[in-house]
């Protein structure tokens, strides 16, 4: 474990080109010329550390700096650390105030050099001087061994974690009582002094409404106490709990970058939502019994190609549903292929490959394109021909679970559907009695600028009854 250790970072070129070459417990070994400005960097010290607090600068800017002379102390959240120098020279500038967070691979101070310094570092001084290691086992240099026992106005020794914790709940640090080493405050330390804080205190809720099945149990004092309304009754308030964690800014990239723009131009599209019931204990059955022939032939056959198969069938009675519309909304395009979009949950997010003239390919075809597809999603290898050129998306979203959805169209396409998990359910046979059925729910949204509702039902219930009687499609495949 070594928290900042090796935190400088020797960079010896001009402050405006600051590279970071440096590796965990090594350090960048450029040589500057002397009269040179060199800059310091927080160097990358490993074990996912990718910022350390500035606890205490030992410096200020226009001081002078001898080598091996204390600069300053930073603390991550493994490690309490001394940084000391390793030139002669003077601080120019000190990059970050007490309590920033110095990110790793950035400068932490700018030294001009004396004229007289050699910039190669002596050898001999290169280690910085942990002061401690761990916050259960730490050691504080001499400059921040100061108690940080309760009232004590010295630094206070403890991780930025529990920093966090005692800020977002309003602790002042130097009250808490510290039984780490030399006084450290522990994550403990803090939770004790909140539960012993005066909210906490306050009296548990004495009362318990009595029910029919007898009174009931209290509210452990530690959950709740009461406090007095402004009405004048009382009220269970819950107490206040120390929270572990802070918000995170994420940058938006790749394929989610991707979705922004997607979605965002979906969203100028009046969509309308449609649903239904499809009983599916046909399929499912064809399905169980066409699988293991199409596994021995190497491919593995799920409800999606019949589905897909089936919605191709439909198109072709209602052909509006796989057009696109231009950019002005002046023309409807009539799409001459079925290139059925399937919404695919990859390990690098959503991804909407194709499967190109579904109106031409087998129930088998579209198994083998399929499987093809998701393996190449998998392996994050699908390329633009797979990615583009849709004309018509699927989501299956029944495989991760789910019922209902309200899918968003894939701009220029006009419509996109949703399948909820395959479910036994009790339903009424012909005869008024309750039977197990396998219920499948579907969920369209169409363009409403140039599909209406009744040609979206039409449409809904024509690819039902294909699934729903899946022999039927045999009648109108080609
Ligand atoms: N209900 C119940 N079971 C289902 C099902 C459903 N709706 N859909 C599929 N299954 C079953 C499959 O039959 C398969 O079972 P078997 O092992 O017995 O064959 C199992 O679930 C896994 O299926 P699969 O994922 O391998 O294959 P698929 O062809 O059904 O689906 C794909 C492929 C790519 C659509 C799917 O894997 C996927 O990624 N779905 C998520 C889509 C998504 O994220 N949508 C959200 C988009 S909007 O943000």
């Not at 600051?18 to 350090?27: E, L």
């Not at 004309?391 to 169209?409: C, E, H, M, Q, R």
Request: with cysteine; charged share 20%.
């Amino acid at each position: 474990m070594t928290g900042c250790r090796g935190v400088l970072a020797k960079e010896t070129i001009p402050l405006s080109a600051t590279i970071s070459t440096a590796r965990r417990g090594f350090h960048a070994t450029r040589v500057a010329s002397s009269g040179q400005t060199i800059q310091f960097n927080l160097a990358d010290v490993g074990e996912g550390i990718t910022e350390c607090e500035v606890l205490k600068w030992h410096v200020k800017e226009g001081d002078r700096i001898e080598e091996f002379q204390p600069i300053a102390e930073l603390q991550s959240d493994k490690a309490n650390v001394e940084v000391t120098s390793r030139y002669t020279g003077k601080i120019t500038k000190i990059h970050y105030a007490v309590g920033d967070l110095a990110k790793v691979h950035t400068p932490l101070v700018d030294i001009l050099l004396d004229a007289s310094e050699s910039a190669a570092p002596a050898a001999a001084a290169a280690a910085p001087s942990p002061s401690s290691s761990s916050s259960s086992s730490s050691q504080s240099s001499p400059s921040s061994s100061s108690s940080s026992s309760s009232g004590h106005s010295g630094p206070v020794l403890t991780t930025p974690a529990v920093r966090r914790i005692a800020k977002e709940n309003s602790i002042d640090l130097s009250k808490v009582a510290g039984t780490g080493r030399d006084g450290r405050v522990l994550k403990e330390d803090v939770l004790a002094y909140l539960e012993g804080s005066p909210l906490a205190h306050q009296a548990p809720p004495q009362f318990a409404l009595p029910t029919a099945a007898g009174a009931v149990p209290p509210l452990p004092p530690s959950v709740t106490t009461t406090t007095t309304t402004e009405a004048g009754g009382l009220a269970h308030v819950v107490a206040r709990k120390a929270v572990v964690g802070a918000d995170r800014e994420v940058e938006i990239r790749g394929l989610q970058r991707a979705m922004v723009k997607t979605m965002t131009a979906a969203n100028q599209i009046p969509h309308f939502g449609y649903s239904d019931e499809i009983v599916v204990d046909q399929m499912v059955a064809l399905r169980d019994e066409l699988k293991p022939i199409a596994e021995a032939r190497g491919v593995k056959l799920s409800y999606m190609p019949f589905i897909l198969k089936a919605i191709s069938l439909a198109l072709k009675s209602y052909p509006v549903l796989n057009s696109s519309v231009n950019a002005d909304v002046s023309k409807i395009i009539y799409k001459a292929s079925h290139n059925l979009g399937v919404a695919m949950d990859t390990p690098q997010g959503l991804i909407v490959p194709n499967i190109k003239d579904v109106q031409v390919l087998t129930i088998f075809e579209i198994a083998q394109e399929l499987n093809r597809l998701q393996r190449l999603g998998k392996e994050g290898r699908l390329g633009k021909e797979d990615l583009t050129g849709g004309t018509f998306t699927l989501s299956n979203i029944g495989v991760i679970g789910g019922t209902y959805a309200k899918p968003v169209l894939m701009p220029p396409e006009v419509t996109i559907g949703a399948l909820g998990k395959i479910q036994k359910l009790p339903r009424f046979d012909e005869r008024g009695n309750v039977v197990p059925t396998h219920i499948m729910i579907a969920s369209w949204s169409a363009d409403h600028r140039v599909i209406d509702g009744a040609t979206m039902a039409n449409f809904s219930n024509l690819w039902k009854n294909y699934l729903e009687n899946p022999k039927a499609m045999l009648m109108d495949m080609q």
